[in-house]
């Protein structure tokens, strides 16, 4: 059973950067037919696909393109993102989702909130 946890502080001030991990288990991160993803839902809004990992190549949302950055650590099996410049509205749960051809798995999500 492949499980995701994300990790990563709760409250960042305006202007900084956002850092986010996510950690799996039972499966690969190099697993290539995979897409590795960052997905938010701000407060009161639906979905939002920041980015993801896919057979190793990188893909980012246009309208977040300029601030996003997504990476990996296989020798962890983790995956990591960092979205710069935040302002109170970054604020969001942030979901780490895997794709694959017989569905998707979720992370549980994490509040971050942007405040000085």
């Known amino acids: 059973q492949v499980q995701l946890q994300e990790s990563g502080p709760g409250l960042v001030k305006p202007s900084q950067t956002l850092s986010l991990t996510c950690t799996v288990s039972?499966?690969?991160?190099?697993?290539?037919?995979?897409?590795w993803n960052w997905i938010r839902q701000p407060p009161g809004k639906g979905l939002e696909w920041m980015g993801g990992?896919?057979?190793?190549?990188?893909a980012y949302s246009p309208s977040l393109k300029s601030r996003t950055s997504i990476s990996t650590d296989t020798s962890k099996n983790q995956f990591s993102l960092q979205l710069s410049s935040v302002t109170p509205e970054d604020t969001a749960i942030y979901y780490c989702?895997?794709?694959?051809?017989?569905?998707?798995?979720w992370g549980q999500g994490t509040q971050v909130t942007v405040s000085s």
């Open positions: 989702n895997l794709r694959t051809p017989y569905g998707d798995y």
């Open positions: 039972g499966d690969s991160i190099t697993t290539s037919y995979y897409g």
């Open positions: 990992i896919y057979s190793g190549s990188t």
